[in-house]
T-cell receptor, first 115, second 115 residues
């Protein structure tokens, strides 16, 4: 079945440095790749997403890149701040019958930004 | 809209007891997802519905788990009988469907502890 692998599982960076989280997916039909941020004790929330017809997308300090050939995508956070500390999940999804979408998540990356 | 509403927020029960988790999706959303979150396995998709119809329940761990969506505004996830290994946070999420952005909106989660 579909599988999404995410690395690293934990990541510590100094404030102001960049952080990169990588994911690979198994289903070549996947066409939508969102990233969710989950703060401690809270619900996951979407921070950025990318569709398969685009190679890169940016939103202020965060960006996502997609390599369809290699079936991997990455989250880049620049100028990290303490409030970026959280667990980040990648996901892969594809359209199914009746317009349904099945979202498979990676196992998460716990990011710590050290002040 | 109040967002996706889940109840109970916390449940502590003894092994062998029946557990029922409830979810009210965002009004107008036609896809509903149940996820289980643990430290070891991250966010696991259990089952999802489209227009109240179960589309894929391949993630349901075993026959002890069942889910229903009797109407567009309510879903339940039932575990009977419960076991200690079922202890986790269970998230419900909803999505608007093809007309929407693709974003999954999560509830606050139901933290289940089975003693």
């Amino acid at each position: 079945g579909e599988n999404v692998e995410q690395h690293p599982s934990t990541l510590s960076v100094q404030e102001g440095d960049s952080a990169v989280i990588k994911c690979t997916y198994s289903d070549s039909a996947s066409n939508y790749f969102p990233w969710y941020k989950q703060e401690l004790g809270k619900r996951p929330q979407l921070i950025i997403d990318i569709r398969s017809n685009v190679g890169e997308k940016k939103d202020q300090r965060i960006a996502v890149t997609l390599n369809k050939t290699a079936k991997h995508f990455s989250l880049h956070i620049t100028e990290t701040q303490p409030e970026d500390s959280a667990v980040y999940f990648c996901a892969a999804s594809k359209g199914g019958t009746s317009g349904t979408y099945k979202y498979i998540f990676g196992t998460g990356t716990r990011l710590k930004v050290l002040a | 809209d109040a967002g996706v509403i889940q109840s109970p927020r916390h449940e502590v029960t003894e092994m062998g007891q029946e557990v029922t988790l409830r979810c009210k999706p965002i009004s107008g959303h036609n896809s509903l997802f149940w996820y289980r979150q643990t430290m070891m396995r991250g966010l696991e998709l259990l089952i999802y519905f489209n227009n109240n119809v179960p589309i894929d329940d391949s993630g349901m761990p075993e026959d002890r788990f069942s889910a229903k969506m009797p109407n567009a505004s309510f879903s339940t996830l039932k575990i009977q009988p419960s076991e200690p290994r079922d202890s986790a946070v269970y998230f419900c999420a909803s999505r608007m469907g093809l007309a929407g952005s693709g974003e999954l909106f999560f509830g606050e989660g139901s933290r289940l502890t089975v003693l």
